[in-house]
Structure formats: structure tokens, C-alpha cells
């Protein structure tokens, strides 16, 4: 369907990434489910976005889940050395993987791209922090009610950029400025491109239900394509991933619309 893009004629579908076979029970040392087939994910989806990274075009990465973000950064790190990120996503995905109420990864890629308790094998198959701190920016995390009470503390003092679901809705009048400023902000002299990521989590129940922990709040589907179109629209993008739609959930009734909005972002960086 992205082919009817103008400048999507040539796109090329690279497939599917294969990776160990996911086991459902948590590991006892680093405290993840599947976490051997976290990290043969994590050196697959490095391998072929670094690939297509090296070969000047631009990847997007649809995944189920957030973790292949790690191999993104890690791709991104190989080609730029320094990359800023563009975080759009309902949570904050930064436990501590013991304190994680679920033990998934995607509760904790973040934390990990940002070198915090990062568990020893993950670390030897990537080297990290794979971002700085200084630049990352974040837009949407509405769970720090969640990990107040599971006594994690936020990211917001820590990053450079974060604004909450509520805080976005707040500047609606304003929101390409917004991340324009954002977006600017992450980018130095060494920090040259930046990897969108965007979770479709952080779009409200009511614009997507077919997520696996949906929150009260988030934002419409307008207001997350106007973001997408901002990040695109700076020509500073190295890479985009988009994660966190379960058609088992709707039968697949919201594919056409995730498709639709992604055309009009992606239209942008034109």
C-alpha cells in the first residue's frame, strides 16, 4: 500500500527478520521472557538496518513489539556514531528488568539503549549506552503513575526533551514547533540524524484499542501524524520504527488506517 507514495515507487520489502524461537518463561538472571531470543532479535534487525543505513536508503521497521529498537540504534550507531532519538510512545519502557511487572522487553528497551542495568549478554551484543541521554527526546509517556508505584523513577529529569500525553494536548496549537524545536535540540556536532520511533501506544484507546496495555489518555491519530510529519519535514531522520499494533485484537480492522497514517508521515520527507 506504500507504493501509492510518489516517492515510495521504489520500495523495497526486505522481509521478515528471523530470530531464536521465543520461550515463555523469565529468565532467573536477567530477569527477561525470551531473553536469548531478545538478543539474536536485537543482532538480526542491527544486521539489516545497518545494511540498508550503509547502502543510503532509508528503513522502516515494523515490529510487534519495541525491543527492535535496540537493534535500530545499534545499526544507526554503526553507520552515524552518534544518533539522536525521537521517542513517541505511551510509556517510558525503562524498568529495571527485575522490577518489570511482566518481564517483556519492551518494558525496558529504552533503560537499555541508555546503558541502565543493561544485563551482561545484551551488553556484549551491543555496545552501550547506544544514545545519549542529552539526546533523546520524549513525546506521550503516560505510565508514571505505574512506575511511581513500583518505585522506578522517570526519565523526565533525565532526558532532554519530555512531554507527556497531557502536555502535547496542552500545545496543540503549536505541535510542529514543538518538535521542530526537538528534533533541533537533539542534533549537534556529532550528533548529526535521528531514529523516529513511534509506538502506537501512545495514541488513545479510543483512536487504537488493538494495543496490549492500553492506558486512559494518549493522543488522536491526527495529532500523531502532525508529530511524524514535523520529524520527517526536518530531513534529519535516519530511520523510523513503528510497533505495538495487535491485529489478533480488532481482526485486523485498523491496519488500513495505521497505514493511511503512517503514508501521510512518511509523505512528509519528501
Known sequence: MLHALGNLHEACDEGDVTFAAPSTKRDAHSGIIAYSSLISMVRQVRSSVGRILGEGRFPLVIGGDCPVLLGCLAASADIFSKTGLLFVDGHEDAYPAHKSPAGEAADMELGFALGLQVPPLLAKAVRTPLVDASAVCMLGPRDKKYLQHANVPSLDRMVAEFYSDVALRNSDNCMEDLVSRAVGRLLSSRTKRVWLHMDLDVLSTRSLSAVDY?????????????IGRAAMGSGKIAGCNLTIYNPDLDGGRSAGRIVKCLEKILSAGR
Open 214 to 226: 492500553p492506558q486512559p489518555g494518549g493522543l488522536n491519530r491526527r495529532q500523531l501524524e502532525r
